[in-house]
């Protein structure tokens, strides 16, 4: 079998192939031949008797007479079905990035946990998971306080009623400025069961103005006066908006 020198594109098809000398041993990674390169490669016949390679290099299958044959770069000869399957090719403007080939193969990239997660990470199936952002939060009450020693009383909104008479008695810092000329107080009565902050101050907002725009009986003031007025203001505030949820516990004197 007589093997024709390779043609004027040898040398491109070397480096796409990574015949002659370029491949996995120098670093260098065999790029797909185009089409063009592979339709170049010298075709031969072979005959009866033919000299040179017996095989097929690729598929290691004898020749016989009436072959073709093509020969590649290096001087090999290969059945050309073999070459098709064993060369992968590329259409004309066609390119291949490693980083489309390989896409699938990309590990995911995990994030290493941020301070503090590690500590806080749930345990499947732990019931207590999550417990504390499920956490309900503080109710809100309103409150009416009178003082022990004037006619006064004062309504107040709060999510924690003891803490909120020790501030208004100077017990604690925070108290109001409008409370502290009636200490000490007591409390009077105590409204609960609101769904939210809005609710709340909704309520005490309507309960201080109607006792506000209220007349006031011609009587001596006193303490017992002053809630009769603040009690009768409450029940306006019952029929001009729905109580029906909220717990209302007025306190003996």
Same mark, same amino acid.
């Given at each position: 079998? %007589?093997?024709?020198?390779?043609?004027?594109?040898? @040398?491109?098809?070397?480096?796409?192939?990574? /015949?002659?000398?370029?491949?996995?041993?120098?670093?260098?990674?065999?790029?797909?031949?185009?089409?063009?390169?592979?339709?170049?490669?010298?075709?031969?016949?072979?005959?009866?008797?033919?000299?040179?390679?017996?095989?097929?290099?690729?598929? #290691?299958?004898?020749?016989?007479?009436?072959?073709?044959?093509?020969?590649?770069?290096?001087? %090999?000869? @290969?059945?050309?079905?073999?070459?098709?399957?064993?060369?992968?090719?590329?259409?004309?403007?066609?390119?291949?990035?490693?980083?489309?080939?390989?896409?699938?193969?990309?590990?995911?990239?995990?994030?290493?946990?941020?301070?503090?997660? /590690?500590?806080?990470?749930?345990?499947?199936?732990?019931?207590?998971?999550?417990?504390?952002?499920?956490?309900?939060?503080?109710?809100?009450?309103?409150? #009416?306080?009178?003082?022990?020693?004037?006619?006064?009383?004062?309504?107040?909104?709060?999510?924690?009623?003891?803490?909120?008479?020790?501030?208004?008695?100077?017990?604690?810092?925070?108290?109001?400025?409008? /409370?502290?000329?009636?200490?000490?107080?007591?409390?009077?009565?105590?409204?609960?069961? @609101?769904?939210?902050?809005?609710?709340?101050?909704?309520?005490?907002?309507?309960?201080?103005?109607?006792?506000?725009?209220?007349?006031?009986?011609?009587?001596?003031?006193?303490?017992?006066?002053?809630?009769?007025?603040?009690?009768? /203001?409450?029940?306006?505030?019952?029929?001009?908006?729905?109580?029906?949820?909220?717990?209302?516990?007025?306190?003996?004197?």
């Amino acid at each position: 079998m %007589h093997l024709t020198p390779a043609g004027p594109n040898a @040398f491109e098809l070397s480096l796409r192939s990574g /015949a002659g000398g370029v491949g996995a041993d120098s670093g260098f990674v065999g790029v797909p031949a185009s089409g063009d390169a592979m339709a170049a490669l010298p075709e031969t016949t072979v005959g009866e008797g033919g000299a040179g390679e017996e095989e097929c290099a690729v598929c #290691l299958e004898g020749y016989a007479a009436g072959d073709t044959v093509r020969t590649l770069p290096c001087s %090999h000869g @290969f059945f050309l079905p073999s070459i098709r399957a064993r060369t992968p090719t590329r259409r004309r403007g066609e390119t291949m990035s490693l980083t489309a080939a390989f896409r699938a193969a990309k590990i995911p990239r995990t994030l290493p946990p941020k301070c503090g997660e /590690a500590a806080s990470a749930s345990v499947p199936g732990d019931p207590s998971a999550g417990a504390e952002k499920r956490k309900a939060p503080p109710p809100w009450c309103v409150y #009416l306080i009178a003082s022990s020693r004037m006619p006064r009383t004062y309504v107040g909104v709060t999510t924690d009623f003891p803490r909120r008479l020790r501030q208004h008695n100077g017990e604690l810092k925070g108290g109001a400025k409008a /409370a502290s000329a009636g200490r000490p107080w007591n409390l009077a009565c105590l409204v609960e069961g @609101f769904a939210n902050r809005s609710e709340a101050c909704e309520f005490e907002s309507k309960w201080k103005n109607i006792s506000r725009k209220m007349a006031r009986k011609r009587t001596e003031p006193s303490v017992e006066s002053a809630l009769q007025h603040r009690q009768a /203001a409450l029940s306006k505030v019952e029929s001009c908006m729905d109580c029906s949820h909220l717990q209302i516990k007025w306190r003996s004197s």
